[in-house]
C-alpha cells in the first residue's frame, strides 16, 4: 500500500492486514507512521521516485496494489502542478511497473471530483457529462480514463471507487473540501462549536469509513468478469449539507453550536461537486450496500471520539 499514512490507508491496512496477515501487507508512505507497530512491515517511498518504486516492487513482489498517495481538493487548488503530478505520474508509475514487473492487481482511488458543474446535481449517475474544475478533479477524471486504457490495452486487472467525502475518527484527512465533516466532531468535543468553512446548506455526498473499507474490499474481492465497470465505480452513502449534520450532533451533544464563514475557496469546489451519488452499478455488480446513515454515523463517530 503505497500511501497508507493517510485517512483511507491507516484503516484499509488494518483490515488487510486481518484478511492476509499482517507478514503479508507492507504498507509504505513519505514518511514512518506516528505509531509504528511491532510485525507490521513499512518502507519510506516517493511514489515519484519510479527507481525507487521498481525497487520496492522487486523487493516484495506484491501480488496486489493500492495506490492512495494523492493531493486532495483544497490543497490542490494551492499547488496545482504539485497535485497534478503527484495524482497523474504517481499512478503512471504503477501502472507502468505493474505491466513491467507482472504485477496484475490494483486498487486506486477516484472521487466525486469527476463531476463538474454540468454533471446531473442530484442522483449523479455513473455515465454522465464530466467537466471536473479543481485540478484534482482533472487528474482524478484522467486517472480514470488512463486505469480503463490499461485495462483494455494491456488487460491489467485495476479496480476503481470514486469514493465521496470519508468520514473517520483514527485519522483525520488532509486538505479536502469534504474534510469540514470530520472536523466538525472533533471541535464538538472540544470546545462544543464549530465554524464550517461551507454554507449551510451545500449537500455533499458522504460516506463513513467502516463502509468505505468494507466496499474496497468488496470490489477487490469481486471476480473479474463480475466488472462492468474499468474507470471507476459511482460509491453513494450518505448525502447531508452542513445544517443537517450539525442538527444530528446537537440531539446527542445539546449545546454544540455551529456557525458559517463566508467566502471561503472551498465552497467553489463544493458547489461544482455532486449533492448525491446514484450507485446501482456498483450495487449489481458486486452488492455494494453501506450500511450506516447519518443517525448511525453520527452516534459512532461521537462515542469513539470520546
Ligand atoms: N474528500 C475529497 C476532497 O474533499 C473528495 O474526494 O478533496
Redesign the pocket.
Known sequence: MIGANGQIGTELAVALRQKFGSENVITSDLREPRSPKEGEIFEIINVLDKPALKALFEKYKPTQVYLLAAM???TGEQYPMKAWDLNMNGLLNVLDLALELGIKKIFWPS???VFGPHSPKQNTPQYCIMDPNSI?GISKLAGERLCEYYHKKYGLDIRSLR????ISWKTA?G?????YAVDIFFEALKSGKYSCFLSADTALPMLYMEDAVAGTIALMDAAQEQLTVRSSYNLGGISFTPAEIAEEITKILPNFEMSYVENDPRQAIADSWPASIEDTVAQEDWNWKPTFDLQAMTKDMIENLK
Do not use: N, Q, W
Request: overall charge negative; glycine content about 18%; charged content about 5%.
Open positions: 486532495l481538493s483544497a472521487s466525486i471530483a484534482y469514493y465521496p467525502g470519508i484527512p486538505g479536502g473540501t469534504t474534510d
